[in-house]
């Protein structure tokens, strides 16, 4: 049974509450703050009960040393003469909740269950989040399959090196935390980390804000602002887009990459700046170069590291994963308890192609853990517009699921199609794959790797 302390200057309430209590609990009671304090140093406690007035102690004091402590333990104040500022005291304190006197024993219960259900959550997640950075992430990105941790190797071998980095993939892919842990990782840490979005800002104001400006350089610029360039000196600076970029703008980011050297609009004064540049895009530069709108010298000056992160649906055995990461995330975010997917909805979630990639993942999450009544969530329960998408997919593929080769595709691209299909069709279970294609489990290896190098 759960430990409960409970704190409170008149016996007969301890009594009370201990009576009341004891069925579920295991229960200790203190009436002076010296008492309570050695319980705690003392017992395994999970949740206290605790007056907000103790005689000619404050609550709210216990309360705080508690904390230091066992920042683990929940608490829930108690008080006869509540006042919104108290109750704002208590949370910013610590407490989990606050109670009212005269107490009624079924708000008691229930809250006493929230506390602990709220508290066993926050340490499930610390647990998922150790064993995760153990084993299974690095800086924060989760994955233990061989495509994911390709990239992993590679943060690890560039992130004190100052050369620029173009990290490519599709959209949701985690392009902007690659960059992170790229940053963090590496010397560059204790350095400002800055990101801005290409495609979000006009032309205009883009230019600005990479270079500055000077006073009355244009209408509203009413004083001096230093640029982005400048800000993140001695740090790193995340271009996200690029390709979105103009080309007017892409030669004056190739003079920052070349030479070192910004200049604010409406100056002539040039300014040395020692920054680290990683750009992203889920564009095709290559094709944006042949078709003129993307500079030539400035695709290979940013080239010189390339980062190609993969989509899920080349890691998909990372999505068992990924479901009770983002699942332990939300839970612990919107305030839910303990959460898990009913057998039948993993299957549908595993077996599902996520267009959207790792992003699209933790929004289904979040939506079934928002909206889902109960600790185990439904089918029914996922997001209406996966489930006809999902229901479209199997509509087209039909009972006996299937693949169409189009005309004029060469035979080894054939192989990979049916290769990849039966590979998805069986949730990434090498094994089970290897089988249904006649192959050895070595064999379907050295052709995914080979698919990974072409990809």
């Not at 926050?122 to 989760?142: D, F």
């Amino acid at each position: 049974m759960p430990h409960l302390l409970i704190v409170d200057d008149e016996p007969s309430i301890c009594v009370s509450l201990s009576f009341a209590l004891e069925d579920e609990y295991t229960v200790w009671t203190a009436t002076d703050p010296q008492e309570a304090l050695e319980i705690v140093r003392t017992k395994e406690i999970d949740c206290v009960l605790l007056d907000l007035s103790l005689g000619t102690y404050s609550g709210l004091e216990l309360l705080a040393t508690f904390k230091q402590i066992k920042p683990e333990m929940t608490v829930i104040m108690m008080t006869a003469y509540g006042t919104i500022e108290s109750s704002v005291q208590a949370i910013k304190a610590g407490a989990y909740h606050y109670l009212a006197k005269p107490l009624h024993m079924d708000e008691v219960k229930l809250l006493l269950h929230k506390a602990l259900d709220y508290r066993n959550l926050h340490r499930r997640v610390q647990a998922l989040s150790e064993a995760v950075r153990q084993q299974q992430s690095y800086a924060g990105i989760v994955g233990k399959g061989p495509a994911i941790q390709k990239v992993f190797q590679l943060i690890e071998k560039v992130k004190d090196i100052s050369s620029s980095i173009l990290i490519t993939g599709e959209s949701g892919t985690g392009k902007e935390l690659i960059a992170r842990a790229i940053h963090y990782e590496g010397n560059r840490r204790d350095a400002p980390f800055s990101v801005i979005n290409c495609a979000a800002i006009p032309e205009a104001l883009l230019e600005s804000e990479l270079f500055g400006h000077e006073k009355g350089t244009f209408t509203g610029a009413y004083q001096s602002k230093q640029g982005l360039f400048e800000r993140s000196q001695g740090g790193t600076v995340f271009l996200d887009e690029i390709g979105e970029m103009s080309i007017t703008l892409q030669a004056k980011l190739l003079r920052v990459i070349q030479e070192k050297v910004v200049t604010p609009l409406g100056s002539y004064e040039t300014k040395e700046v020692d920054i680290r540049i990683i750009a992203a895009t889920n564009r095709q530069l290559e094709e944006e170069v042949a078709r003129g709108r993307f500079r030539e010298d400035l695709f290979y000056r940013l080239n010189v590291i390339p980062i190609r992160t993969p989509s899920l649906r080349e890691r998909r055995e990372d999505i068992p994963l990924l479901l009770e990461h983002f699942l332990c995330h939300s839970a612990v975010t919107l305030g839910k308890g303990t959460k898990t997917f009913s057998a039948e909805s993993k299957k549908w979630l595993y077996s599902y192609a996520y267009p959207g990639n790792v992003r699209e993942l933790a929004n289904i999450v979040e939506y079934a853990v928002a909206l889902s009544q109960g600790e185990v969530i439904t089918l029914d329960e996922l997001p209406p517009a996966l489930m006809e998408r999902m229901g479209s997919q199997r509509r087209v593929r039909g009972d006996q699921e299937g693949i169409v080769i189009p005309s004029g595709v060469t035979l080894e691209e054939a192989e990979r199609r049916i290769i990849m299909h039966a590979l998805e069709s069986h949730g990434g279970h090498r094994k089970k794959t290897a089988e249904q294609l006649g192959i050895s489990e070595r064999g379907l290896r050295q052709k995914l790797k080979q698919y990974q190098e072409i990809m």
